[in-house]
């Protein structure tokens, strides 16, 4: 069955530290896409990334990196250089043909809390 | 422009009120959902309308009730709710609901059912 595994259920650092939220994803799949989702306090949730299961080249946008290893299904998020900004809740979500191309499968989330 | 509106913010209701939460998109997306979240989980989807149709009902209780009136538009109407459908109700879209297709999320409506 797919299922999103994120260990870390909360995470604490101080700013200025790097930190990487950890996501494994199980699927049967061959085509399948991974996603990572921001929820600050808000409520919004805020797309950050797709990346598709042909495709594992690691992907970097300004302070925030993505490792992608499909031997070990994982996809893990690296923040560098946190901020008190990136506090919130992360959550990593597959998409596979099997639940439905539609349907969105996701982890548990990772809180991070960022402190000055 | 990545927006999707929802109002209201808040909805304080009854359990015999009927109301109605709105979700807007001006995207030009032809796939819309309705998710509920609780407090420390993540989303769980309720439903997805595809091209104006109802596509995928996650056995949602009829005591919710999805209406898509056109292609930027999704209401969710409640009845009879009971205490524990208090939750945070997002409304997200996406191009075509397509596979690769990344959802975009409003900011949500905090519902309380007393």
């Known amino acids: 069955a797919q299922k999103v595994t994120q260990a870390q259920t909360e995470i604490s650092v101080v700013e200025k530290e790097d930190v990487t939220l950890d996501c494994v994803y199980e699927?049967?799949?061959?085509?399948?896409?991974l996603f990572w989702y921001k929820q600050p306090p808000s409520g919004e949730l805020v797309f950050l990334i797709r990346?598709?299961?042909?495709?594992?080249q690691n992907e970097i946008s300004g302070r925030y990196s993505w490792n992608f290893q499909k031997s070990t299904s994982s996809f893990n998020f690296t923040i560098t250089a946190s901020q008190v900004v990136d506090s919130a809740v992360y959550f990593c979500?597959?998409?596979?043909?099997?639940?439905?191309?539609?349907?969105?499968?996701f982890g548990t989330g990772t809180r991070l809390l960022v402190s000055p | 422009d990545t927006e999707v509106t929802q109002t209201p913010k808040h909805l304080v209701m009854g359990m015999t009120n009927k109301k109605s939460l709105k979700c807007e998109q001006h995207?030009?997306?032809?796939?819309m959902y309705w998710y509920k979240q609780k407090a420390k989980k993540p989303p769980e989807l309720m439903f997805v309308?595809?091209?104006?149709?109802?596509?995928i009902n996650e056995s949602v209780p009829s005591r919710f009730s999805p209406e898509c009136p056109n292609s930027s538009l999704l209401n969710l109407h409640l009845h009879a709710l009971q205490p524990e459908d208090s939750a945070l109700y997002l409304c997200?879209?996406?191009?075509?609901?397509?596979?690769?297709?990344?959802?975009?999320f409003g900011p949500g409506t905090r519902l309380t059912v007393t």
């Open positions: 699927t049967r799949d061959t085509t399948y896409y």
């Open positions: 990346r598709n299961s042909f495709d594992e």
């Open positions: 309308y595809s091209y104006e149709k109802l596509s």
């Open positions: 979500a597959l998409r596979d043909m099997n639940t439905g191309f539609q349907k969105l499968v």
């Open positions: 997200a879209s996406s191009q075509e609901g397509n596979l690769r297709d990344e959802q975009y």
């Open positions: 995207m030009g997306h032809r796939a």
